[in-house]
């Protein structure tokens, strides 16, 4: 099984995970292709250096604007607090940054962008996903609906980079499991255009409601609403725990030099056979349940598709016979504890239920990970189960079935039985 850790004892942002994730091994060159996607060319350039904090060697990244000023980006901090802003100036945890004249986009505008890009259809989504975690948490800290705040740092194109170049990172390691450390926050104030606001700052703590925080190492902010929103749409599970095998290392440099090592570590891993418990997976999940039968039903289909952007596990509707012999639905939402909130917040606002009922249950999985398997097609992501340490079932990716059916002129029912026979192989031979 295949794990990067985060290692955040100095926090992390935006720019500095790029910079941990090119020093793990990601592809400089491919990243910035894959960026290019995005049509933002002549808007901004990538620059990667090697540099050092406290005497530990690793890659910084900086995002480098081609407006007028041709200003430098190091990563934010309140900016994401704000609604529009003409000019303001900050300090931060990774440098001083001065912001004069960015386009504001806001949470539309980037969807539009994502979605018109030739991403992969698994980049689009954690993107997505990414930035929903800070829209969310802006609007709730401004007290405004979702796409009334216009967002500054969120709409600016270093975080439209930040964000989106993290999700091909993450999809380009083809990890199983991505874990993380409890997340140093910083202490102390710092100042933007509303005065001085404390640290962690009001969108980077509501973003992080769940997880295990740290607070005071330095007097400065060391995690970003960019960096926390992150490792919250992509991490598994936070845990101080490192059981596993390291295979390689990756430092990702912050601008500030502090009193502690201003870096992002990250690790990919290993775990051997030794060290995986044949045992099944268990966690805690929740299970929110509501009875509908006065919605429009043509309205589930759009309800479902928001509720597994903001990390639902599993959507479904019974069907069952109400008082008075209404016809009606039981809605089902499967959610990990992090999200439960938006996904509460979205089954008010978008269904005409009044009352959600919660159950926190065990869940108990078959082991899982990922293989890459090398057809005459091309290459297909497979998801494979163990039980007892067996292997005894799989299932190929849909959208790679249906892109290598696309390209080669082929039914997809091909490329199944293709992908069944070479695993149905590799079972035999083992």
Not at 107 to 135: P, T
Not at 368 to 392: A, D, M, P, Q, W
């Amino acid at each position: 099984m295949r794990i990067l850790y985060y290692d955040c004892f100095s926090g992390i942002s935006g720019d500095m995970n790029l910079g941990a994730m090119l020093d793990l091994g990601v592809d400089k060159d491919y990243l910035i292709k894959e960026l290019e996607k995005l049509n933002l060319n002549g808007e901004y350039e990538i620059k990667v250096t090697k540099d050092s904090r406290k005497g530990i060697h690793g890659t910084k990244v900086d995002v480098i604007l081609l407006n007028k000023l041709h200003e430098h980006h190091h990563e934010q901090t309140c900016s994401h607090e704000h609604e529009h802003h003409d000019s303001h100036e900050h300090s931060h945890d990774h440098g001083q940054e001065n912001h004069h004249d960015h386009e504001h986009r806001n949470l539309k505008d980037i969807e539009k962008i994502i979605k018109s890009s030739s991403l992969s259809e698994k980049v689009k989504e954690l993107s997505h996903n990414i930035f929903m975690k800070v829209a969310e948490a802006e609007a709730k800290v401004h007290g405004k609906s979702l796409y009334e705040v216009h967002f500054h740092e969120v709409g600016a194109i270093d975080s439209i980079v930040d964000i989106v170049g993290a999700a091909i990172c993450l999809d380009y390691l083809k990890v199983d499991r991505i874990l993380a450390s409890s997340i140093e926050l910083g202490g102390g104030f710092v100042k933007c255009a509303h005065g001085l606001i404390p640290v962690p700052a009001p969108a980077t703590i509501e973003i992080l409601k769940g997880v295990t925080v740290k607070t005071g190492a330095v007097p400065f902010e060391t995690t970003t609403p960019t960096g926390a929103a992150i490792l919250s749409a992509s991490v598994d599970d936070f845990t101080d725990l490192k059981n596993f095998k390291i295979d390689k290392i990756g430092y990702g440099i912050g601008g500030r030099d502090t009193e502690i090592p201003n870096v992002l570590r990250v690790y990919l891993a290993d775990k051997t056979e030794e060290l995986i418990d044949n045992s099944n997976d268990k966690d805690e999940i929740f299970i929110l349940s509501c009875n509908i039968d006065d919605m429009n039903p043509e309205i589930f289909s759009y309800v479902m598709e928001r509720l597994f952007k903001v990390g639902a596990l599993d959507v479904y509707r019974i069907p069952i016979l109400m008082k008075k012999d209404r016809m009606g639905f039981i809605l089902n939402v499967i959610s990990k504890e992090k999200d439960l909130k938006a996904i509460k917040d979205i089954i008010f606002k978008e269904t005409t239920t009044i009352g959600i009922r919660q159950t926190k249950v065990e869940r108990e999985k078959l082991k899982r990970e990922f293989e890459v398997v090398e057809t005459e097609y091309g290459k297909i992501n497979v998801k494979k189960s163990y039980f007892e340490g067996k292997l005894i079932k799989w299932k190929p990716e849909y959208e790679d079935c249906r892109k290598l059916a696309v390209e080669n002129n082929l039914p997809i029912n091909k490329i199944y039985y293709k992908i069944n026979k070479v695993m149905g192989d590799k079972i035999k031979n083992d």
